[in-house]
C-alpha cells in the first residue's frame, strides 16, 4: 500500500474551476494506476476518472465527461484531476487512489487518501 495526500479541494461557484492534485509522501506512484472517486452526502462512492501508470489509459465517468481530466506527472509523483464547468452536483468529497494495475483500482483499489471536499455554489 502506498500513503496518498490530496489536496485543491474548495468552495467554488456553479461554472468555475478547480485542480485536485494527489502525491505519494514516501513511494513512488509511476508504477501504479491511479484513479478519483468521489462521495456526496448520503450517496454511494462513485468512480470518477481512472488513469493507468503510464497515461496512456484513461477512463471517465459519463456524468464528467468533456468537464474533468485525469492526467499524471509521473517525475513529479503526482496525479491531477482538473475540473472545469462545475456543477452543484459535482459536490462531494473527492478521493485518490492507486492500486497496482487499470482493473484494480476501478474495482478494489487497496490504497487511499484522506479526501479533500469540493463544494460547488449554485
Known amino acids: 500500500q502506498v500513503q496518498l495526500v490530496e489536496s485543491g479541494g474548495g468552495l467554488v461557484q456553479s461554472g468555475g474551476s478547480l485542480r485536485l492534485s494527489c502525491t505519494a509522501s514516501?513511494?513512488?506512484?509511476?508504477?501504479?494506476?491511479m484513479a478519483w472517486f468521489r462521495q456526496a452526502p448520503e450517496k454511494e462512492r462513485e468512480l470518477v476518472a481512472a488513469i493507468s501508470w503510464s497515461g496512456g489509459t484513461t477512463y471517465y465517468a459519463d456524468s464528467v465527461k468533456g468537464r474533468f481530466t485525469i492526467s499524471r506527472e509521473n517525475a513529479k509523483n503526482t496525479m491531477y484531476l482538473q475540473m472545469n464547468s462545475l456543477k452543484p452536483e459535482d459536490t462531494a468529497v473527492y478521493y485518490c487512489a492507486a492500486d497496482r494495475n487499470f482493473r484494480t483500482v476501478t474495482t478494489e483499489a487497496r490504497s487511499w487518501g484522506q479526501g479533500t471536499q469540493v463544494t460547488v455554489s449554485a
Open positions: 514516501e513511494r513512488t506512484l509511476s508504477t501504479y494506476a
